[in-house]
Structures are given as C-alpha cells and as structure tokens.
C-alpha cells in the first residue's frame, strides 16, 4: 500500500506543507497509472473555496485571477476519495464512475489484501464467517 514517506514540494496558499503523494504506490500499484483525481465544472463552480480549503492531500491550489480553485496535483488525491464532490454545494466537481473504480479494486486485488490486514489484526481466537453463521446467535 505505502512505499515510503512523500517529499515536502512546498506549501499550500495557507501554509500547509504539500507533500508529494504521487510517488507513493496505491496497493502496489504505481498511483500515476489510475486517473483518480477531481474534474471541475466552472460553468457550475461558484468558486466558494470548500474543495480547496477541505483537501487534506492538497489536490487543489487557488487561482486568484479567477477566483477559481484548480486541480494542481491530481495524482495526490486518494483512489477513491470524493470527499470534495460530495461537499461541493454547486455539483461542479466530478469523478470517474465506480466501475473505473472496481476495475481498479480488482486488478490490483485490493480486497484480498485489506483482508489479510485485517486478520493479521485480529486476535488469533476470533471466528471466520462461517463459525459466525453456524452460532445460535448467527
């Protein structure tokens, strides 16, 4: 999942460090190959500053001569976050489809691997699904 810690490149319009989080592998695989990162609409961007504000992996910076937020570093923003299109009020942010996204899951075998975490976590004497289902209480 993680190769290593991020280079500082900078910081953002308030002072917070931009870390490069291209370089880091999402579940093995090199995060330049999936075009995961927000899209804006400007005919709908109000220019409000939340996605810009609200990214904790600085994928935006601030256009000030639009008053406009930009896409700066697409390839730091988290496979499969959308936290930006969700809280942007005018719908002006878009995303690749899930399916792009569960193409993606699947080559890179995400879902095995989160579970062999998970059970590498786990207690020794917990109960798979099948010893849930045949309790009383399953």
Known sequence: MSGGEAPIIGKDALG??????SVIPWWGVDRKDIEW???????KCAG?????????????E???DNAKPIVARPYNCMVGCSTCAMLCPCDAIEF????????????????KK???IVD????KN????????????G
Not at 96 to 111: Q, T
């Open 16 to 21: 917070r460090p931009v870390k490069d989080l």
């Open 96 to 111: 690749p489809d899930k399916a792009y996204l569960r193409r993606w899951v699947a080559r890179a075998r995400v879902v």
């Open 62 to 64: 601030w256009d000030p």
């Open 114 to 116: 989160a579970f062999e």
């Open 126 to 137: 917990h109960l798979s699904e099948e010893e849930i289902k045949s309790t009383p209480e």
């Open 37 to 43: 990162y927000p899209k804006i609409n400007y005919d």
């Open 48 to 60: 409000c500053g939340l996605c810009f504000v609200t990214c904790g992996r600085r994928v935006f």
């Open 120 to 123: 590498s976590i786990m207690p």
